[in-house]
Nanobody, 121 residues
Framework: QVQLMESGGGLVQAGGSLRLSCVASGTIFNINSMGWYRQAPGKQRELVAVTSGGSTDYKDSVKGRFTISRGSAKNLMDLQMNSLKPEDTALYYC????????????????WGQGTQVTVSS
């Protein structure tokens, strides 16, 4: 079982910055990817950024503004968000894809509870 805890959300004015953090704990086998998703009211959850095997990918609208990174401890992940816009307002979720068991190589997806980011205009 993988538990994820997000932190760092809050209220910020447009143009400001926030840094989100995610800590993975519990029984963790090989982490294949870590990523951030967000869901705004009335909208579907969407991928914001993902990192896997040293590569990263971003939603087009956040490229150049957001940076995803893994900590030296591989169970840590951050999302640096700069030049925030009101349309970035959403509940942000940490997601991890990992091996399900020591000898179970299937993929398991785990989610955090989310951290709220609100950007005022």
């Amino acid at each position: 079982q993988v538990q994820l805890m997000e932190s760092g959300g809050g209220l910020v004015q447009a143009g400001g910055s926030l840094r989100l953090s995610c800590v993975a704990s519990g029984t963790i086998f090989n982490i294949n990817s870590m990523g951030w998703y967000r869901q705004a009211p009335g909208k579907q959850r969407e991928l914001v950024a993902v990192t896997s095997g040293g590569s990263t990918d971003y939603k087009d609208s956040v490229k150049g503004r957001f940076t995803i990174s893994r900590g030296s401890a591989k169970n840590l992940m951050d999302l640096q968000m700069n030049s925030l816009k009101p349309e970035d307002t959403a509940l942000y979720y940490c997601n991890v894809h990992s091996q399900c068991g020591r000898y179970d190589y299937s993929d398991c997806s785990s989610w955090g509870q989310g951290t709220q980011v609100t950007v005022s205009s």
